[in-house]
């Protein structure tokens, strides 16, 4: 059985699923993922299983490229290698199973600009911030999200990038 991401960064204009069974052609096992990925035109956010996660979405340029602030690096857990990303213009973010040509309910759109990107992921602890939880055990409003997703401008020469399903490293390697 796949192991499907339960999210992903998707570059629009990459795919043509447009319904369940395109969708299966093209997504439905980690082979076809990992070859997605390996084209640039899938990130996975993984960590091996489901759930809903906060996710934070930042382009920058080559002028003024996208970075963590002070308060995600105190509490960032780890970083992915940095993922390919061509894109057309704007970058769809949500779960695998809503990937296609058009952004659908539960998908979020962000601009990015086109061409060839790195992509940087990081994990972060929010609950580790005072006053990440309101009385519910819920984030508060303000809380850090699970992840945040940096996309900057490829570096020229820069060949390799992670094709991995999984966006993160094991711990023991």
């Known amino acids: ?90 970058a769809l973010v949500g779960g695998i199973e809503n990937v296609s040509e058009d952004a659908s309910d539960g998908v979020i759109e962000h601009p990015v600009p086109e061409g060839r990107c790195a992509v940087v992921v990081h994990l972060i602890d929010w609950q580790a911030e005072a006053g990440s939880r309101d009385k519910t055990g819920r984030p508060a409003p303000g809380a850090l999200p699970d992840f945040v997703v940096l996309i900057n401008p490829a570096q020229p020469g820069k060949g390799t990038f992670r094709s991995e399903v999984n966006t993160f490293e094991a711990p023991n390697g």
């Open 1 to 90: 059985m796949p192991s499907q991401p339960p999210g992903c960064l998707a570059s629009c204009g990459a795919f043509s699923v447009v319904d369940y069974d395109t969708w299966e052609d093209e997504l439905l096992e980690d082979e076809d993922i990992a070859r997605h990925i390996q084209a640039g035109a899938l990130v996975p956010l993984n960590l091996g299983g489901d759930g809903a996660f906060g996710v934070l979405v930042r382009a920058g340029t080559a002028a003024a490229p996208g970075t963590l602030t002070e308060r995600e690096t105190a509490h960032q857990l780890v970083a992915s290698p940095s993922y390919l990303f061509v894109s057309h213009g704007r």
